[in-house]
């Protein structure tokens, strides 16, 4: 019988299942316990949910979320709906705020969900939907990220609604050197990539691949991080960094590494990278937008880390979702991603699997 157990942090895991289930299910950058334990440390107002399942006292699922209190649907709206509940929202009569169960891995684009017992997936998930609801008493339930297509079956079993979701990028990088990788590309692109790097020198702008920052780097990238999520074109996230998280990235090792361009002697522009079995991660990016526009930094940020990739014999770069047409242009294919909704009302559920369909298109 599917049995379930239900941990609000990493560390409360019984040791035994601990070593099970990092044996079984934890082995890359983005998925192990230091990175559990960095989000539990460096989020603002983070509450990780852990969920482990198997028969036997063996550990056959492992999944991970973090709840969201009243977060405002409204957000994910645009113009005038948003604007209206926006209004109601002053007087605390806003019928959209939810508190809510994500299932993901949080800020990372892949799936929180992972199983060794494909027949039993579906039980799992009803098993984790159940807790939510009747234990944890929450409204709804949303799972992110879901590309397997076996999963993808188990959540539809367990009764989600399916909605569509921002899909990843993926680029080849099985080249020998960058300049083989520039004869791939049109021949247009081409020389629009090396007029965008010749503009960045002749700016007087640098650009370099580094293995951590210092305290003070790390609060001038804190704020170029904001820079750029508060310009973004996704949906608002529900749980963001701290100041001081940026700060703490050494401790996650090797794996993690910082692209950083400079005008005299100042970021204007950063990526963090991740090593991540055959393929490299381009994770965060921010920028001045001042000196960093004028330097095509955004642009070149993404041409240092394919030139990394390359020299470091990874397969392939995933290279996040957002601005589409010019990933494309670079030769980066669309990873298709789906999400899940439930919600306890069921009227509430229809009417929230439109609002959110309408806002990952």
């Given amino acids: 019988m599917m049995k ?12 035994e299942l601990r070593l099970k289930l990092e044996n079984k299910f934890l082995r890359t950058s983005e998925y192990s316990k230091e990175w559990f334990l960095f989000l539990e440390n460096n989020l603002l107002g983070y509450e990780p949910l852990y969920f482990i399942g198997g028969e036997e006292d063996d550990v056959d699922f492992f999944s991970t979320g973090f709840i969201a209190r009243k977060l405002n649907v409204a957000n994910y709206l645009s113009n005038k709906p948003k604007a209206m509940f926006d209004w109601l929202d002053k007087y605390l009569i806003n019928p959209l705020k939810f508190n809510v169960v994500f299932i993901k891995n949080p800020l990372s684009n892949f799936e929180g969900i992972h199983s060794s017992k494909q027949d039993k997936l579906s039980e799992f998930i009803r098993e984790c939907k159940n807790y939510i609801y009747h234990v944890l008493k929450f409204d709804s339930i949303f799972i992110g990220n ?19 979701y921002y899909p990843n990028t993926l680029l080849s990088t099985d080249f020998t050197t960058f300049d083989e990788y520039l004869l791939s590309v049109k021949k247009k692109k081409r020389w629009d990539i090396k007029n965008k790097i010749k503009t960045m020198h002749q700016y007087g702008a640098s650009i370099e691949v580094v293995n951590s920052i210092n305290h003070q780097e790390s609060e001038r990238i804190y704020e170029l991080y904001n820079n750029t999520a508060e310009r973004g074109d996704a949906s608002p996230y529900p749980i963001i960094y701290s100041k001081s998280s940026f700060g703490q990235w050494d401790g996650m090792g090797e794996s993690y590494k910082w692209i950083l361009v400079k005008f005299q002697s100042k970021i204007i522009a950063f990526a963090m990278v991740v090593k991540e079995g055959n393929s490299l991660l381009f994770k965060h990016v921010g920028m001045d937008y001042e000196h960093s526009t004028q330097c095509f930094a955004y642009f070149n940020l993404y041409y240092e880390a ?22 494309k242009s670079l030769g980066c294919q669309l990873v298709e991603l789906n999400a899940y909704l439930s919600v306890k009302n069921f009227f509430l559920e229809k009417a929230m699997g439109k609002v959110l369909t309408k806002a990952f298109k």
């Fill in 4 to 15: 379930i157990s239900v941990y609000k942090s990493y560390e409360q895991i019984d040791e």
């Fill in 146 to 164: 879901v590309g397997d297509a076996q999963l993808n079956a188990g959540i539809t079993e367990a009764e989600f609604i399916k909605i569509p």
């Fill in 306 to 327: 394919i030139r990394l990739a390359i020299e470091e014999n990874f397969q392939s770069m995933y290279c996040g979702p957002t601005t589409y047409e010019t990933k």
